[in-house]
């Protein structure tokens, strides 16, 4: 990916500590059937969907999603089936956002997200996705150097970015050369400048980023991109990136979407797989505990849609 010196950005849109440099973080910054959120609250509110423990395993991709209360739920037999869904999901969600804006802004989260979006480099969807309106950023990334094994950019990079024609300046990896919190404010202040040039859409209730698709995982604690379950980032209001230096999943520095963000997404999915997910996604479906509430259960895009691609081990209690 390129560095800044060969980006299109000009010094002004730079933050003051990087327009000396060679290197930032701007330009590559370094360089759910869908309910809605109403839909979803009116759900809430009518009672009908008072736990998810109901909900039928769908084994095939031709089963419409079940719409819940806290969106709408796939669940697949297999792993092939999930990944040809979630591909045909993404090229949708694009093909959409371009017709409409003229561009796509996704957000990628690391860890296992990424091996299932495996199909969207291989024919048709290689073919058929218009690669060159994409902008790619991250809902969370490790502040570690973009070759080494935790950064969630190298994973991306080798997983997906490298074999598909994405234009690399239109890819915002974080400036890897800043500390944790130099490194958040950069790539807020970044993604600033490409919501005034639309780049990515502004939410019309809030000041806001609104991204065309954020996908996130889930670890086995509940923790959504960086939002560790109990803390205080999970109540952030007004930064929209922030940092971490105290993750209790390593590497402990990082710097994350927070749920503003998050929450005005138009299209958010939770992408979650494996036995080691069933017993909390069990918590996250049921109702709110006295003893805090999970990240995961903080998802609620305000006006945008959920949509939850699980495979059967990790909605086995469901
Ligand atoms: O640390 C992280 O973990 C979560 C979950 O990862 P998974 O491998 O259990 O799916 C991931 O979504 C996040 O981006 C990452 O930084």
Known sequence: ????????????????????????????????????GSQRKALKNSGRY??????????????????TKHGDVKIFEGIQDLTTSLADYISERADAAVKDRGSFSIALSGGSLISTMSKLYEPPYNKIIDWSKWHVFWADERVVPRNHPDSNYKLAKDGLLSKVPIIPGQVYSINDSLSADAAAEDYEFGLRQLVKTRIVDAASSSDSPKFDLILLGMGPDGHIASLFPGHPLTHEKDKWIASIKDSPKPPPERITFTFPVINSAANVAMVITGSNKADVLQKAFGEKQDTGVLPVQMVDPTEGNLVWFLDKPAASKL
């Open 1 to 36: 990916m390129p560095s800044l010196s060969n980006h299109q950005q000009t010094n002004l849109l730079l933050p003051p500590h990087c327009r000396p440099k060679t290197r930032c973080s701007l330009g590559n910054f370094a360089g759910f059937a869908n309910s809605s």
């Open 50 to 67: 008072s736990r998810l423990v109901h909900v039928r395993v769908q084994t095939t991709r031709q089963n419409p999603a079940m719409t």
